[in-house]
T-cell receptor
Framework: DAGITQSPRHKVTETGTPVTLRCHQT?????MYWYRQDPGHGLRLIHY???????DKGEVSDGYSVSRSKTEDFLLTLESATSSQTSVYFC???????????????FGPGTRLTVL | AQSVTQLGSHVSVSEGALVLLRCNYS??????LFWYVQYPNQGLQLLLK??????LVKGINGFEAEFKKSETSFHLTKPSAHMSDAAEYFC???????????FGKGTRLSVIA
């Protein structure tokens, strides 16, 4: 157990509404990631963070923003949700120091988001 | 840039039979390679990882994978499938430093009694 929780675990919302998903870790790891999982696509990286207020875009960042004001929390926001953002969202953490190339990512339980 | 190809989106085996899930990677630098498993309605769990220490890597639940540089492959095997192995399996590759983990599209393993 890597001490990762995600909230909410399930959410149904309507097109055009803002949505924020939260990832919380208890072990003060520096690196945190947000992925989405869709059938036939595997997991695709949305955004990641390598420290407080340090974030970068991933492969599918359009329509998403992130914030990290505390080490333990990494928030993913959909400013105006669309049906194409219906997906399962996973948060991950990576232990290790700067440039630690061999460190493994550990995943949270996921949030299932449905946009109607 | 790194990429991963998993051959076969769905593999079905009989209980007790050999499990072979294929993964080929592309990387411009020596890669770090991972296999993750996802059981229904759960997150991803690390099965094993290759970090250049040994080409044959043993993981949890009796799985192992062999890194073959000449074939750019990292196939996952298990000698005898169990019903509890039914899940989705993801191969992933990572370069050095802060390069992101890149996942394959996954292979769903079904085990038939």
């Amino acid at each position: 157990d890597a001490g990762i929780t995600q909230s909410p675990r399930h959410k149904v919302t309507e097109t055009g509404t803002p949505v924020t998903l939260r990832c919380h870790q208890t072990e003060n790891h520096r690196y945190m990631y947000w992925y989405r999982q869709d059938p036939g696509h595997g997991l695709r990286l949305i955004h990641y963070s390598y420290g407080v207020k340090d974030t970068d875009k991933g492969e599918v960042s359009d329509g998403y923003s992130v914030s990290r004001s505390k080490t333990e929390d990494f928030l993913l926001t959909l400013e105006s949700a669309t049906s194409s953002q219906t997906s399962v969202y996973f948060c991950a953490i990576r232990p290790g120091t700067s440039g630690g190339g061999t460190d493994t990512q550990y995943f949270g339980p996921g949030t299932r988001l449905t946009v109607l | 840039a790194q990429s991963v190809t998993q051959l076969g989106s769905h593999v079905s085996v009989s209980e007790g039979a050999l499990v072979l899930l294929r993964c080929n990677y592309s990387s411009s630098v020596p890669p770090y390679l991972f296999w993750y498993v996802q059981y229904p309605n759960q997150g991803l769990q690390l099965l094993l990882k290759y970090t250049s220490a040994a080409t044959l890597v043993k993981g949890i639940n009796g799985f192992e994978a062999e890194f073959k540089k000449s074939e750019t492959s990292f196939h996952l095997t298990k000698p005898s499938a169990h019903m509890s192995d039914a899940a989705e399996y993801f191969c992933a590759v990572k370069g050095v430093g802060n390069t992101p983990l890149v996942f394959g599209k996954g292979t769903r393993l079904s085990v038939i009694a």
